[in-house]
């Protein structure tokens, strides 16, 4: 049904025009009732109109080659929708799905061009919201993408956690069993045989005791500390093959699909040219 003219004065795109323009436009312009959990429109069908949410929110999203969905944004009051299609006149890019009881104005290609003929500042809209749009597309591709496990561990480590890392990875290398050796061999030698009766820690070296088993709980703590850490990793890499998996099943389904399809067309080919030579027969 047509739009109240007083509606428009509401929505952003729309504020530049007077009075006559919005009661012109609102002329030309339905408003379609959304009811919550219905499907607008879905990826792939064709697309000769933009939506105007004016009351409600319109959830945009794709699925993903793993079957996983993947929100674009979610249009509330005065947001705008489904521009791309209505300009290339190309199919829907996104599944459009009401999450509230909406109402929505419907402009096809020449409400646009009437817009933009009384008012050509309104395009500026326009821009803005594919701009919008195509930032947070750029935002997704850079977080969907296949994740590398280290750099994503790195980005959320802290700086104990990395110095936990580094020393775990210390005390079981051959500098610490070397250095440990050597200062063991000083340490007994200055307290039995080079200072003798001024020993500072005669035997059975309780000072040393002392320090070896201090040692040994903080090396116990931080081991313990990188373990869990390397715990998170392996969860990481768990949900990044299973990931991979499911893209790999996804393709292989999807050459399944075209080799039958193929297949298809060959056996059809086959039969016109049998059928082509019985006739000439």
Not at 199 to 216: Q, R
Not at 262 to 279: G, H, N, P, S, V
Request: proline fraction near 4%; aromatic fraction near 8%.
């Amino acid at each position: 049904m047509p739009c109240d003219p007083n509606f428009l004065a509401n929505i952003k795109m729309f504020e530049l025009l007077n009075e006559d323009d919005r009661v012109a436009l609102a002329k030309v312009v339905d408003e379609l009732p959304v009811p919550a959990g219905h499907t607008l429109f879905q990826a792939g069908d064709p697309g000769d109109s933009l939506f105007i949410v004016r009351v409600g929110e319109i959830e945009l999203f794709i699925k993903d080659t793993a079957g996983q969905k993947i929100t674009l944004t979610t249009a509330e009051t005065g947001d705008m929708f489904g521009e791309l299609a209505m300009l290339d006149s190309g199919p829907r890019t996104a599944t459009a799905l009401a999450l509230l009881d909406s109402e929505v104005l419907v402009l096809d290609r020449d409400d646009l061009v009437l817009l933009f003929q009384r008012k050509p500042e309104a395009a500026l809209h326009m821009l803005a919201a594919l701009s919008g749009l195509t930032r947070k597309a750029d935002e997704l591709l850079r977080t969907r993408v296949s994740r590398n496990l280290n750099e994503e561990m790195e980005v959320h480590s802290t700086v104990l956690q990395r110095i936990a890392d580094w020393l775990a990875w210390f005390s079981g290398s051959m500098p610490f069993l070397i250095s440990h050796t050597f200062w063991f061999i000083v340490w007994v030698s200055l307290n039995t045989f080079i200072l003798k009766d001024k020993a500072f820690d005669p035997f059975p070296f309780g000072l040393l005791t002392m320090i070896v088993s201090l040692e040994a709980i903080f090396l116990a703590c931080f081991v313990l500390i990188s373990q869990n850490r390397q715990a998170e990793k392996d969860k990481v890499r768990a949900d990044i093959e299973y990931e991979v998996n499911i893209k790999a099943e996804l393709e292989v389904a999807h050459l399944h699909e075209k080799t039958d399809r193929i297949y298809e067309q060959m056996m059809a080919r086959f039969e016109k040219l049998d059928r082509q030579k019985m006739t000439s027969t």
